[in-house]
């Protein structure tokens, strides 16, 4: 296939070689990175755009992401499709996805689980939102970036599932971290609550895969000195996603607040940035109740 690539970042780098190495033509785009091997160069985004089947961005936020759709669908053939695969805001996705059904494109918004470790290996997880014939054209590519692609409904669906994961994830690891500070004030031995917790009711995701406390469980990167893994402030970035989501479909989330104020005061006053979202562990062991 023809595709086209803005935002060869982190994730986008990884993601798009994995398609040239797949035999795919990636023309790309990006105003800072450098293009990995086999991706032809193009100076601006509508140039990445032009004669693409399919345009993927992997941008870093829906203003950034609003911006770049307006100038790549009208250079976008007719009925080429806008893959993102952004974590953006549900509104952004909705409202790009109108743009290009108006312009006789269509969007599909597929944001990822699987960090840059599973963009490198391509094993992504995409959750997807657009019409069903537009998945089934940039299918194919989902099966070379990632393991599995859940087509979760129309516009925005996509969005919305990756921010209600996040915001469970943002929550479980918290209750994990609190929990193994309160285990320690107990005298109970980490090794023996994970052992415990790790197949009882208590467990999750946060625990089993990729436990907070370091020399426990399965590698993780509690294990590498906190060194992300998922960085405290992208976990902040989805919380936040989430309380404007919540904001908007008027949703009762008080877990999910909770969750965004401890991660925002982790990550601005607390040493938190640029440390893995599982370092809430050492915050919590060296905090006193009050
Ligand atoms: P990044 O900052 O490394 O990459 C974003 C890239 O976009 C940068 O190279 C930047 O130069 C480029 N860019 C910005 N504005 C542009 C424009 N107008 N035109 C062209 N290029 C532009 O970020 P990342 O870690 O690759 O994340 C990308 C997206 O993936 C984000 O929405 C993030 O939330 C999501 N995500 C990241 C991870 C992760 O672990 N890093 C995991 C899941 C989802």
């Known amino acids: 296939m023809k595709i086209g690539f803005i935002g060869l970042g982190n994730m986008g780098a990884p993601m798009a070689a994995n398609?040239?190495?797949?035999?795919?033509?990636?023309?790309?785009h990006d105003l800072a990175a450098a293009m990995p091997a086999g991706v032809t160069a193009a100076d601006s985004a509508a140039g990445a755009a032009r004669d693409a089947e399919v345009v993927i961005t992997m941008l870093p936020n829906g203003d950034i992401l609003r911006a770049v759709a307006a100038q790549v669908i009208p250079a976008m053939p007719a009925g080429a499709v806008l893959l993102d695969c952004s974590t953006v805001d549900v509104d952004s996705a909705r409202a790009v996805a109108s743009q290009a059904a108006a312009a006789g494109r269509h969007a599909v918004d597929a944001p990822v689980s699987g960090g840059v470790g599973g963009a490198a290996a391509g094993t992504l997880t995409f959750m997807?939102?657009?019409?069903?014939?537009?998945?089934?054209?940039?299918?194919?590519?989902?099966?070379v970036m990632g393991q599995r692609a859940v087509h979760c409904g129309e516009a925005g669906a996509g969005q919305a599932a990756k921010i209600c994961n996040n915001m469970i994830l943002g929550v479980t690891m918290i209750a994990t971290c609190e929990a193994f500070a309160l285990a320690d004030r107990l005298g109970l031995d980490r090794a023996r609550m994970f052992d415990v917790v790790s197949t009882s009711s208590g467990q999750s995701w946060s625990m089993t895969s990729y436990c907070p406390a370091p020399g426990v469980g399965p590698k993780s990167p509690a294990d590498n000195g906190y060194k992300p893994g998922f960085a405290a402030e992208l976990m902040l970035k989805d919380l936040r996603l989430s309380q404007l989501a919540a904001e908007?479909?008027?949703?009762d989330t008080p877990m999910g607040q909770l969750a965004m104020q401890l991660y925002e005061r982790f990550v601005e006053d607390e040493g938190g940035l640029g440390r893995d979202f599982s370092a809430m562990l050492p915050r919590f062991e060296g905090r006193e109740r009050h």
Do not use: K, M, Q
């Open 19 to 28: 398609l040239v190495a797949a035999g795919h033509s990636v023309t790309g």
């Open 128 to 143: 997807a939102g657009g019409p069903a014939d537009a998945f089934a054209t940039v299918r194919p590519l989902f099966e």
């Open 248 to 251: 908007a479909a008027d949703a």
